[in-house]
């Protein structure tokens, strides 16, 4: 795997990439960094050029003093896209990376060959006010002098995670103190977004998977095919919120089934 930095409007934004080919560029949930593709990129990188960036704000990609936004994050990704050359990418984002990608689908239209949408919320009014009235912050928490804030932070997201896989836990709480501070600001972000007025202008052939577990995401499922014409859903078995870092093999052969379908359909895109 190669590290290296792209030049964005906004600095320095941080991408790891493998592999040759059809590129397919990789975004994380909050508050990770490229690390949630770490077991991924190499499967990918296999048949395809894989490339997982840093979210402005997160990982060791430049940080902003204005507040996040999807659009914000959006623009980030765009300036990636144009710096790379990556013609015609498909777009894998998982959580906060999927509301993302498809910002980015909506923009860019037939610039985007293929949207693999995980554990992608669909965001309209109704889950709006219910996240903001209903949901407690997830990743928020104050900094305390004896670093028993780290241990709420696990706490909280452990339900998440499968019994025995401490190990990806970490993963997370090690990304997520890089940033702790602004740890919940991607979710805020995903929270504002008016999805409903932008779901419709995706025109890229649409993928949604999203694990089993997944209790946030799973409900939204049949949505996001509903308004995407085409789209269709695959369910990841025995994996919840995790699933990317949970089951790498699975995830990344989902992708490049749909990765080789696309290539099958229109070689040129």
Sequence with gaps: MRKHYVDTRFGQVHAVEEGSGRPVLLLHQTPRSWDEYRDVLPLIGKEARAIAMDTVGYGASVRLDVPQTVERFADAVEDVIDALGLEAP??????????????????????????????????DAERRELVSKKRPPIDRVEVAEDGSHLMELWNRRRAFYPEGRADLLSRLLADAAGVIEHAEDGHLAVNAYRMEERIGLVEAPTLVVCGELDDFSMPDVPRLVEAIPGARAEILPGTGVPAVDHHPDDFAARVLAFVRDLTATDPLR
């Design 90 to 123: 498909v777009l894998v984002g998982h959580h906060t990376g999927g509301v993302v990608a498809l910002e980015v689908a909506a923009r860019r239209g037939g610039g985007v060959a293929g949207l693999v949408l995980s554990g992608t919320p669909y965001v």
